[in-house]
C-alpha cells in the first residue's frame, strides 16, 4: 500500500474514534510516558499540541509544567517548511489557532529555544511499523528538525494502537523514532 493510500485510511480510523476514546486512551498513553526513565529525566521536553483527535497532549504538558520541566512547543513555518521551537509556560493562557488550525503561541508569548537543549523530543504522526518508522502528514517538518537534534535525544512517537501497520515504506530522508507508546504498550523500536 503506498504512503498516500495508508495515511487516508488511518486517518479515517482515527477520525472515527469518540472523544470518550481519544481522552480514555491518550490518559493511558499518557501514564505509560510518566512511567519511562526517558520522561523522568527530561528536563526540556519537545511536545507537540494535539490536532483532530491525535493523542491528545493537554494532560502531559500541564503535568510536566507542574513537575518544573521545560516545554518546548513546535511552530510550523509553512513557506520554509521548518519548526520553530517556543517555551511554553502557561498552557491555558498562551495558546490560540495557529497555522492549520494548530494551537500555537500568541506572538507575545513567542519564546524561540535553542533546539540543542532539548532532551526529550514527543512526535505525532499518522503511522508506523514496530521499526520506528512513521508517516507523518506529509509536509516533512519533523524530519527536517531530527536532523537537528543530537542522536541520544530520544525521540517518542505517541499513538493509538490503530495506527500501528506492520510496515512503513522509509524514504531516503525518515529518522525512524527511538519507541512508540500506544494505550497498550512501550515499543522500543527495532531499527
Not at 20 to 41: A, H, M, P, R
Amino acid at each position: 500500500m503506498d504512503k498516500r493510500t495508508l495515511r487516508s485510511e488511518i486517518l479515517n480510523k482515527r477520525k472515527a474514534l469518540s472523544k470518550e476514546e481519544v481522552i480514555n486512551k491518550s490518559s493511558d498513553i499518557s501514564s505509560l510516558l510518566f512511567s519511562t526513565e526517558q520522561y523522568k529525566n527530561s528536563k526540556y521536553i519537545m511536545c507537540y499540541i494535539d490536532f483532530r483527535n491525535e493523542v491528545r497532549t493537554e494532560e502531559i504538558i500541564k503535568s510536566a509544567l507542574n513537575e518544573g520541566k521545560n516545554i518546548i512547543i513546535p511552530i510550523s513555518v509553512v513557506e520554509t517548511k521548518q519548526l520553530i521551537l517556543s517555551q511554553l509556560m502557561d498552557y491555558d493562557k498562551e495558546l490560540e489557532a495557529g497555522t492549520y488550525g494548530i494551537l500555537e503561541p500568541k506572538k507575545e508569548f513567542i519564546r524561540e529555544v535553542n533546539p540543542e537543549l532539548i532532551d526529550l523530543v514527543l512526535m505525532p504522526g499518522v503511522a508506523f511499523d514496530r521499526r520506528g518508522y512513521r508517516i507523518g502528514y506529509g509536509g516533512g517538518y519533523y524530519d527536517r528538525f531530527l536532523t537537528k537534534i543530537d542522536d541520544p535525544v530520544p525521540k517518542i512517537a505517541l499513538a493509538f494502537e490503530l495506527q500501528m501497520v506492520p510496515h512503513v515504506r522509509e524514504g531516503r530522508y525518515d529518522l525512524p523514532v527511538d519507541y512508540i507508546i500506544t494505550e497498550k504498550e512501550i515499543i522500543k523500536s527495532s531499527k
